[in-house]
């Protein structure tokens, strides 16, 4: 269904919460039932007048049906119209008479009177101004001077008026509205809306002047509101308001299939300049008819959502699946308190547990699936089921016993799922963690992995403090890179290493840089078996870094039990005896900033503590002593139980720096060089720490292991 556009070009869903005022903007096709009532106004008996009453729920459309009703009588030559606000007036009096002025007026315009009725009307609108007048001598002005004013310009008019009684100038109302020859249609909206005070007043006074001939009122309210505002000690609100309607319509419910088409137009249009991607396409079906359809029985509450989606859209679409941004935004706006929730229990709905959880962290398994049950209860039955089922699915754990792993996190966060902690957490607060990247950037190098150079520019524009998480992000798109691009993927990624910090990331930090070999390991693993010894030495020749190729070499040779390795155990001989060679060829100035030398150079050789021989002659020289010290300095942290407070104490790799320098004794003779040195020059700070380490281990001090 297309969706209509009114007479501006703008979608009328698009108005608000305001009403429509032309059949090109009736989404429900309620013109025909317009139509109708239109009708059974002009053909009924209106000899003592008559009321009719377009009755419903808010938000279901009275106030658009009226308004479609309304353009067609004023489209008839023998019906005028009469819009009588009742937001106008305050107390009985006031009422009354700004109810007969309102109606003088609106009769006697030239702009708005019919001319097959104009000289009846205005007779009429003459009546009816000497009709209020003796109702109410003195009108309700605000202000003494006012009122004083008022009273002196009316005097006139107020001695005129009582010439003739009250009953006698109703009768001669009468007379003359019973010789019109049309009708007097009066429009009263929004009653539900006034106050129990004045709704009683205004049905008294439309009870009072109901039965003038050939006036008769539409009045559009909620039944319920008007019968319990009605309704007194002894008197029944129902049976009133029978008295005083003669003829009433509810509102139909819109059909589910003409909401869903109205909703699926509205999303259609806020939703016209996002990019959807395949992923979304899949699951936006099963989020739209399970989560966000049956939250909505009205226009009025489609109107409210898509007024605020195409903000949170602008907002956040970058970082948050689309299927997430609509589901969530429709609980906000039409079920807030699960909303609420929602945001106080990101943990629970996000969290994958493993195996063993259940009986470690069985208290804490309980409060997550009381808090997922909390959602639940706010929303209707099915719409729970399927929120945690399409949207939050690590909470089935919770209410279906099925589990997700790791992997299944993972690909949460490629999706950009609030399935994911993170995304979760940027939809409520719509800011990213300080050491997390955008997914811009993320896209930007999974985009570029087809052209080396744009590859590397893509990686190069992302800072240092967003690597990590780019690159773990990464991960889960590797799969879908060309096996011809493998290669210079892999060698771009290890020439990353130098940009991760040595300092390990936490406690449990298994190094920064495993960011980077992960997806490594993942690529190779990719590679037909057939060229997989091809690949890796086309890898490692293009790898300049010794670190670099020794972590090549440990993800792709020879690897636990359980895994297999990627290479051929010849050539993994091959080239970790290369390396040898290579790292020994290695001048001073290619080592003195090279990436955890120490433990490149313990691995690669087998080095004797006691020999009394340098592993690499290279190691005498000082520069290349500093860059062993400061890559055997370690944190060692330790924390006591059921305190957040961590304690670090720095640690030298002692034993492999003896080893590497084939005694104590020539480490200590090193050290002094580099001392002698360095006496005139600054260094830097992680090479100051490692010589106060060293001093320490060098009087005898060792650390404690507990």
């Known amino acids: 269904m297309a969706e209509p556009l009114s007479p501006s070009g703008q979608s009328a869903l698009f108005a608000g919460d305001d009403p429509i005022l032309n059949s090109n903007d009736d989404l429900l096709n309620r013109t025909r039932l317009g139509s109708a009532i239109a009708e059974e106004v002009q053909e009924m008996n209106a000899e003592r007048g ?4 377009i009755t419903g729920k808010w938000g279901t459309g009275k106030t658009s049906l009226l308004n479609l009703t309304a353009n067609i009588l004023r489209e008839q030559d023998q019906i005028q119209v009469v819009e009588f606000n009742p937001w106008f007036f305050s107390g009985t009096d006031q009422l009354i008479s700004f109810f007969f002025d309102e ?53 006139e008019g107020v001695s005129q008026a009582f010439s003739a009684s009250i009953y006698e100038q109703r009768i001669e109302i009468s007379n003359t509205l019973a010789g019109l020859d049309g009708r007097i249609v009066v429009l009263i909206d929004d009653i539900d809306r006034l106050t129990r005070q004045e709704i009683r007043d205004l049905f008294r006074l439309v009870r009072l002047n109901g039965s003038f001939p050939n006036v008769i009122y539409l009045l559009c ?60 396409e899949n699951r936006f079906p099963d989020v739209f008819w399970q989560v966000v359809r049956p939250l909505f029985s009205t226009v009025r509450d489609v109107k409210r959502f898509l007024s605020s989606l195409t903000l949170t859209v602008r907002s956040a679409a970058d970082e948050v699946a689309l299927p997430d941004l609509v589901a969530l935004e429709a609980i906000r706006v039409m079920r807030p308190d699960a909303h609420d929730l929602i945001a106080q229990n990101v943990r629970a709905l996000t969290t994958v547990h493993g195996w063993q959880t259940e009986t470690r962290n069985q208290a804490v398994l309980a409060a997550d699936a009381e808090a997922v049950s909390a959602v639940q209860s706010e929303l209707p039955e099915d719409v729970g089921r399927a929120l945690i089922r399409f949207v939050f699915p690590a909470a089935q754990l919770h209410t279906d016993n099925m589990w997700h792993g790791n992997d299944s996190l993972q690909a949460w966060r490629r999706d950009r799922r609030v399935a994911h902690a993170t995304v979760l957490k940027y939809y409520l607060h719509r800011e990213l963690p300080s050491d997390t990247a955008s997914s811009s950037q993320v896209d930007s190098v999974v985009y570029a992995a087809a052209d080396d150079a744009v590859f590397r520019a893509a990686l190069a524009s992302i800072p240092d403090h967003h690597l990590e998480d780019a690159l773990d992000r990464f991960l889960s798109y590797v799969d879908v890179i060309d096996s011809t691009h493998i290669p210079a993927v892999v060698v771009a990624l290890l020439d990353l290493l130098p940009r991760f910090s040595e300092d390990p990331s936490g406690m449990f930090d298994v190094g920064r840089d495993y960011t980077a070999l992960r997806p490594v390991r993942k690529l190779m693993q990719l590679v ?16 300049r870094s010794p670190y670099a190729r020794l972590r090549f070499l440990s993800l792709v040779g020879k690897q636990k039990q359980s895994e297999e390795q990627v290479i051929s155990p010849e050539l993994e001989s091959e080239l970790r005896s290369n390396l040898q060679q290579y790292l020994k060829s290695l001048s001073p100035d290619d080592l003195r900033s090279e990436r955890e030398l120490l433990r490149t150079v313990v691995q690669v050789f087998d080095c004797d503590a006691e020999s009394g021989e340098l592993a690499i002659e290279s190691a005498g020289f000082p520069a290349v002593t500093a ?80």
């Open 50 to 53: 008559a009321v009719v009453a």
């Open 103 to 155: 109606m003088a007026r609106q009769l006697s315009s030239e702009r708005s009177r019919k001319q097959r009725l104009k000289g009846a009307t205005a007779n009429i609108a003459e009546k009816f101004n000497k009709y209020s007048a003796s109702l109410s001598p003195l009108k309700f002005v605000p202000g003494a001077g006012q009122i004083l004013d008022a009273a002196q310009k009316t005097a």
């Open 221 to 280: 309210f909620d039944r319920s509101v008007v019968e319990n505002a009605l309704g007194e000690e002894g008197l029944n609100g129902a049976a009133y308001l029978e008295k005083i309607v003669k003829t009433s319509v509810e509102v139909p419910p819109a059909a589910d299939e003409a909401l869903a088409s109205v909703l699926r137009a509205g999303l259609t249009t806020a939703l016209a300049d996002v990019a959807i991607t395949s992923t979304d």
């Open 528 to 543: 037909e078996p057939s060229s997989a010894d091809l690949v890796a030495r086309t890898v490692y020749q293009a790898t």
């Open 627 to 706: 860059r062993l010290l400061e890559t055997a300095l370690s944190p060692s942290r330790t924390n006591t139980f059921g305190s957040v407070v961590v304690h670090s104490n720095e640690r030298l790799a002692w034993d492999s720096l003896i080893s590497v320098y084939g005694g104590e004794s020539c480490l200590s003779s090193a050290v002094e060089r580099l001392r002698e040195s360095i006496t005139n020059q600054e260094v830097s700070t992680r090479l100051q720490r490692a010589l106060t380490a060293f001093d320490r281990y060098a009087s005898g001090w060792r650390p404690v292991d507990f």
